[in-house]
C-alpha cells in the first residue's frame, strides 16, 4: 500500500482542459503502474487511463484523443491531462496504482486490478 494525493479537481466549462495531479507517498511510479479512475454520481467506478513504469499507456475509449497520462518519476507524481471536456467527465477522479504491469490494448481495468487509492478529487464540467 502507498499513500496517494490527487489535486488539480475543480469547476470547469466545456472545452476547457485541466490537469490532474496525483503525488505518491514514495517512490511508486518509478516501478509500478500507475492509473486514474472515475466515478460518477449513482455509477461505477470505471477506468480512464493507466501509464506502465516503462511509460506505456491504455485509456478507455471515452477519453481516446482526450486525455493524455504521464509520469513524473523524479518527483513521484502522475498527472492527467484532459482536454475538450464534456459535461459527462462530471465525476471524483481517484488515482490508483498496481504491482503488475499494462495488460494487454483493450482490457477493461476494474477497481479489483489496483490495490492502491487515493482520496480522489472533483472534476465537474458545466454548460
Known amino acids: 500500500q502507498v499513500q496517494l494525493v490527487e489535486s488539480g479537481g475543480g469547476v470547469m466549462q466545456a472545452g476547457d482542459s485541466l490537469r490532474l495531479s496525483c503525488a505518491a507517498s514514495e517512490r511508486t511510479s518509478s516501478s509500478w503502474t500507475m492509473g486514474w479512475f472515475r466515478q460518477a454520481p449513482g455509477k461505477e467506478r470505471e477506468f480512464v487511463a493507466a501509464?506502465?513504469?516503462?511509460?506505456?499507456?491504455r485509456y478507455t475509449d471515452s477519453v481516446k484523443g482526450r486525455a493524455t497520462i504521464s509520469r513524473d518519476t523524479a518527483k513521484n507524481t502522475v498527472y492527467l491531462q484532459m482536454n475538450s471536456l464534456k459535461l459527462e467527465d462530471t465525476a471524483v477522479y481517484y488515482c490508483?496504482?498496481?504491482?503488475?504491469?499494462?495488460?494487454?490494448?483493450?482490457?477493461?481495468?476494474?477497481?479489483?486490478?489496483?490495490?492502491?487509492w487515493g482520496q480522489g478529487t472533483q472534476v465537474t464540467v458545466s454548460s
Open positions: 490508483a496504482a498496481r504491482t503488475g504491469p499494462l495488460y494487454i490494448d483493450g482490457y477493461v481495468y476494474t477497481v479489483t486490478d489496483f490495490s492502491s
Open positions: 501509464v506502465s513504469r516503462g511509460g506505456g499507456t
